[in-house]
């Protein structure tokens, strides 16, 4: 069963913030979050691991709240290069990914 | 440093032709992932595979789909009888080993059914 994207998309001007949310039915072994631009592959941002501490990756941070079985994507003073759609993928412990629908980013001047 | 590698990157067949898809991992990988994603979709999983054996192939239709990884050559992705429904993006991915690692994915195939 796919985890549950929310928002479905957000508009941010250059400099704001903004929070993704990735929730499962399910027990988490892992979290993966991707950006894909259109057209484009997805691609690989963090993976965040049962048990693990909270991750960044430049101004992108993620964490896991494992009892909850969701996630959360931070984009931090968002830059225009953070356009595109974010999904997260995650796993049950079968090592394969169940991939949610998405959220569109769209960040403007 | 070549990452994951698929050919054709678009894939026009008629109808009731098959379809071939090929995925290079990355060098260093030994296990490859298969997802196809319709338009305005997330990517839905079909198919994993290490080399000369399929590990998971719940998400694969049971019937006209395939898959293989020989142990020399790249990983291919077989549509036989094809219908307008398998219109879609085929992106593979690939990961170093079995476990929780990070999947690296292709630029993908299109596949369109006229």
């Known amino acids: 069963q796919q985890p549950v994207q929310s928002p479905q998309a957000v508009i941010l001007r250059e400099g704001e913030d903004a929070v993704i949310n990735c929730s499962s039915s399910k027990a988490l072994y892992s979290v993966h979050?991707?950006?894909?631009?259109?057209?484009?592959?997805?691609?690989?941002?963090?993976?965040?691991?049962?048990?693990?501490e909270q991750k960044g990756h430049d101004k992108i941070s993620a964490s896991f709240n494992e009892k909850k079985q969701q996630s959360s994507l931070y984009l931090t003073a968002s830059q225009l290069s953070y356009s595109g759609t974010y999904f997260c993928g995650t796993e049950s412990g079968d090592y394969k990914l169940s991939f949610g629908a998405g959220t569109t980013v769209t960040v403007r001047a | 440093n070549a990452g994951v590698m698929q050919n054709p990157r678009h894939?026009?067949?008629?109808?009731?032709?098959?379809?071939?898809?090929?995925?290079?991992?990355?060098?260093?990988?030994?296990?490859?992932?298969?997802?196809?994603?319709?338009?305005?979709?997330?990517?839905?999983?079909?198919?994993?595979?290490?080399?000369?054996?399929?590990?998971?192939?719940?998400?694969?239709?049971?019937?006209?789909?395939?898959?293989?990884?020989?142990?020399?050559?790249?990983?291919?992705?077989?549509?036989?009888?094809?219908?307008?429904?398998?219109?879609?993006?085929?992106?593979?991915a690939s990961s170093p080993e079995m476990g929780r690692?990070?999947?690296?994915?292709?630029?993908?195939?299109?596949?369109?059914?006229?």
């Open chain 1, 33 to 52: 979050w991707y950006r894909q631009k259109h057209g484009e592959a997805p691609i690989f941002l963090m993976i965040l691991l049962k048990g693990g």
């Open chain 2, 11 to 92: 894939l026009v067949r008629r109808r009731g032709q098959e379809a071939r898809l090929r995925c290079s991992p990355m060098k260093g990988h030994s296990h490859v992932y298969w997802y196809r994603q319709l338009p305005e979709e997330g990517l839905k999983f079909m198919v994993y595979l290490q080399k000369e054996n399929i590990i998971d192939e719940s998400g694969m239709p049971k019937e006209r789909f395939s898959a293989e990884f020989p142990k020399e050559g790249p990983s291919i992705l077989r549509i036989q009888q094809v219908v307008r429904g398998d219109s879609a993006a085929y992106f593979c």
């Open chain 2, 101 to 114: 690692y990070e999947q690296y994915f292709g630029p993908g195939t299109r596949l369109t059914v006229t």
